[in-house]
Nanobody, 119 residues
Framework: QEGLVESGGGTVQVGDSLRLSCVAS????????MGWFRQAPGKEREFLGA????????KIADSVKGRFTISKDPTKNRMYLQMNSLAIEDTGVYYC????????????WGQGTQVTVTS
């Protein structure tokens, strides 16, 4: 399995921005669909968005549309989640994940990075 590593989490204040990064430690993301998810305390994991690496197309969940964007830097083999206008309810552990386009489930996950938004 591909090693996915998230970074960039931290503690920020309401209204701040934060950019998370996901890097593939072994190979490249080429041929994969990459996703961002989060899990807030006591809640189920939530899909935030996805990037089809080869096409560069993205899909953002309605719950964060307009505030979160996904991008990539192929030269660094990195995917990013730009989060703006952060709110208390954005607090949680953020994960990147990968799946083949033919798979319905994401089967390769990073260890997660904590994002805490304070007032």
């Amino acid at each position: 399995q591909e090693g996915l590593v998230e970074s960039g989490g931290g503690t920020v204040q309401v209204g701040d921005s934060l950019r998370l990064s996901c890097v593939a430690s072994l190979r490249t993301f080429s041929g994969y669909v990459m996703g961002w998810f989060r899990q807030a305390p006591g809640k189920e994991r939530e899909f935030l968005g996805a990037l089809t690496w080869r096409l560069g197309s993205t899909k953002i969940a309605d719950s964060v549309k307009g505030r979160f964007t996904i991008s990539k830097d192929p030269t660094k083999n990195r995917m990013y989640l730009q989060m703006n206008s952060l709110a208390i309810e954005d607090t949680g552990v953020y994960y990147c994940a990968a799946r083949r386009p033919t798979d319905t489930e994401y089967n390769n996950w990073g260890q997660g990075t904590q994002v805490t938004v304070t007032s």
